[in-house]
């Protein structure tokens, strides 16, 4: 059985720091990427990674706060956020494909053919 699984999410002040890690099991990936839920509003895409090349790719609000990574040996993947924003606060949830997608079908949730349960990342003032 093929499973995600996020963890690091919490509360944090503003300007503070969360890792979140997805943990996959069942099989590997080519691809993995982290999009957010805010309330009311649409899930958005955040990072993307590739397994075979480490290319990233990431939306433009978070980018220069966000690192998304991998370990293979672990067959888990990261978000490190930094100098988080009350508007990032949202549900986190953690993706991954069996192909390697092109820049504009990375940020697509079509893409991806698994997703994890999420995790609550809330940034207060």
């Not at 009350?86 to 893409?111: H, K, L, N």
């Amino acid at each position: 059985q093929v499973q995600l699984d996020e963890s690091g999410g919490g509360l944090v002040q503003a300007g503070g720091s969360l890792k979140l890690s997805c943990a996959a099991s069942g099989r590997t990936f080519r691809s993995s990427a982290w999009f957010r839920q805010a309330p009311g509003k649409e899930r958005e895409f955040i990072a993307g990674i590739n397994w075979n090349d480490d290319t990233t790719y990431y939306e433009g609000t978070v980018k220069g706060r966000c690192t998304i990574s991998r370990d293979n040996a672990k067959n888990t993947v990261y978000l490190q956020m930094n100098s988080l924003k009350i508007e990032d606060t949202a549900v986190y949830y953690c993706a991954a494909a069996a192909q390697i997608p092109s820049p504009s079908q990375a940020r697509g949730s079509w893409f991806y053919d698994y997703w994890g349960q999420g995790t609550q990342v809330t940034v207060s003032s």
